[in-house]
């Protein structure tokens, strides 16, 4: 897990830990009492919180609350603690690698929305995943697993959550819409929406996609994959989503040649998902899927200066993550207008733009 | 005139401290802010000293573009819609190339380390405005 500190003495914390503690019984239930309430870092939107609880027999369980702060309301993309949660139980079920959820917050708990769910051990630093020696065993069952669970997410049976419905023509507006909400012109945006309205693929049938299968939100241990985390934008969908979402270059994290999360080979990720899933994947449809991602990713990161000006939340972080949507223009240009180098000058030919 | 040290020695001095002093003594969480910080002032410096002659050398190519003198302010939202009624093609020539510098200008002051812009710039060698 990310670095953390005891936070016991904030308001919030305390809040919590009474909230939580008054609700010991339905966590756990042989709990008798939550100690040890520490803010995570990490997590821009949700707050992560852990906790353990004590148990009749001695022992001690470490826990995970995800939870929107009292006031806050999930985004029109997110499906909202309560139906992610009801998400990762049916995942889990299904064999995805996920967390046990224990509890979910009624408002009664007057601490907010979220759940509680068992706290997985391991590593989601990319910069320790991708670069660590001790992680290598998992980095190569990383195309095998990823695509294993991305099949197993996909087959998974979500119709009676009550999901938004979000294929490629939902999505392609929806952005627009967020960008033109963001009141600046971008050139290169304006580009990728253009090809995307050209290159939408056929509709496909609406599946579970997770939203957000990437690098940061997959909890690895040194033999591999142990939780695939962070469920709050998963919908209904294109299966294709999730695998060009994996497959975008901001979550490389620097380690640009292996396409799938900086981690493995995209054919890789690809033959394995093909062999679980027993489908075949449009790498064409999937490359869509990829523009996709990165302009979101752009928007979303662009999107912060409404956050910074609004004065709800003028973190340095959120400062620095907004000055990254340059990050994804220069990705575009490369999806979408690589330069060849001719005669040597490296100058750009736009013949893929013209494609 | 303002007196030294100017700002970007102050900024330089800043960082030092957060980096050299603050960080190794702050808790692990409020350390990460601290660097994220200094990330933000290291960025600052940057666009101190390169923003004018970029945005010098993006106008004038967007007046090129356009075939009008104004502003980035003015110029930009109108090749965007440009752009999107199709009336300007991304793939000309002088297009790509505007598209491209402006995005590699904007890495070399937002994250000069990423590794796409990093690739880049091994394929351009370097911008025109920076010196």
Request: with cysteine; aromatic share 6%; proline share 6%.
């Amino acid at each position: 897990m990310p670095a953390s500190t005891p936070d016991a003495r904030r308001p919030a914390a305390q809040a919590l830990l009474a909230a939580l503690n008054h609700r010991v019984g339905c966590i756990e239930p042989e709990g008798t009492g939550v100690v040890d309430v520490e803010r995570l870092s990490g997590g821009a939107s949700q707050e992560t919180w852990a906790f353990a609880v004590r148990l009749r027999d001695g022992r001690t369980v470490q826990r995970i609350l995800r939870r929107m702060p009292e006031g806050d309301r999930p985004g029109a993309a997110t499906a909202g603690p309560e139906k992610e949660a009801r998400v990762i139980a049916l995942a889990r079920a299904a064999g995805v690698p996920a967390p046990d959820v224990r509890y979910v917050l009624t408002p009664s708990d007057g601490v907010g929305r979220g759940y509680v769910m068992d706290r997985i051990e391991g590593e989601t630093r990319p910069a320790k995943v991708l670069r660590d020696a001790r992680y290598a065993p998992a980095r190569l069952a990383f195309a095998h697993q990823a695509g294993d669970a991305l099949a197993r997410i996909h087959a998974v049976d979500a119709s009676c959550v009550g999901l938004r419905t979000g294929r490629a023509a939902e999505e392609v507006a929806d952005l627009w819409n967020r960008y033109l909400r963001s009141g600046t012109a971008r050139p290169v945006f304006e580009v990728a929406f253009r090809w995307l309205r050209a290159n939408a693929p056929k509709p496909a049938a609406a599946r579970l996609v997770h939203g957000d299968f990437r690098n940061g939100n997959l909890m690895f241990g040194p033999e591999g994959l142990r939780g695939v985390l962070d469920w709050e934008l998963t919908h209904l969908g294109d299966p294709l989503e999730d695998l060009g979402w994996l497959c975008v270059n901001s979550w490389r994290f620097g380690e640009i040649d292996r396409e799938a999360g900086g981690i493995a080979r995209r054919e890789d990720v690809l033959a394995a998902y093909e062999a679980a899933s027993g489908t075949h994947v449009d790498r064409v449809a999937m490359r869509f899927w990829e523009v996709l991602g990165t302009l979101r990713w752009g928007i979303m990161c662009a999107a912060m200066v409404e956050w910074i000006e609004s004065g709800l939340d003028a973190s340095v972080e959120r400062c620095m993550i907004a000055r990254r949507a340059s990050e994804t223009e220069l990705d575009l240009l490369n999806l979408l207008s690589p330069r060849v180098p001719r005669h040597g000058t490296g100058r750009p030919t736009g013949e893929s733009l013209a494609g | 005139m303002q007196d030294k040290p100017d700002a970007a020695v102050l900024l330089e001095s800043v960082v030092a401290f957060l980096r050299d002093t603050a960080i190794p003594n702050l808790p692990a969480r409020e350390a990460f802010e601290a660097r994220v910080a200094a990330g933000a002032l290291e960025l600052v410096q940057r666009d101190l000293a390169l923003r004018r002659g970029f945005e010098d050398a993006e106008r004038s190519r967007l007046e090129a573009i356009l075939g009008r003198t104004g502003t980035l302010a003015d110029l930009n939202p109108e090749f965007a819609q440009r752009l999107r009624d199709g009336s300007i093609d991304p793939a000309a020539p002088e297009v790509a190339e505007h598209l491209w510098a402006t995005a590699l200008e904007k890495l070399a002051v937002d994250q000069p380390r990423y590794a796409a812009y990093v690739r880049a710039l091994d394929a351009s060698g370097p911008l025109a405005g920076e010196n």
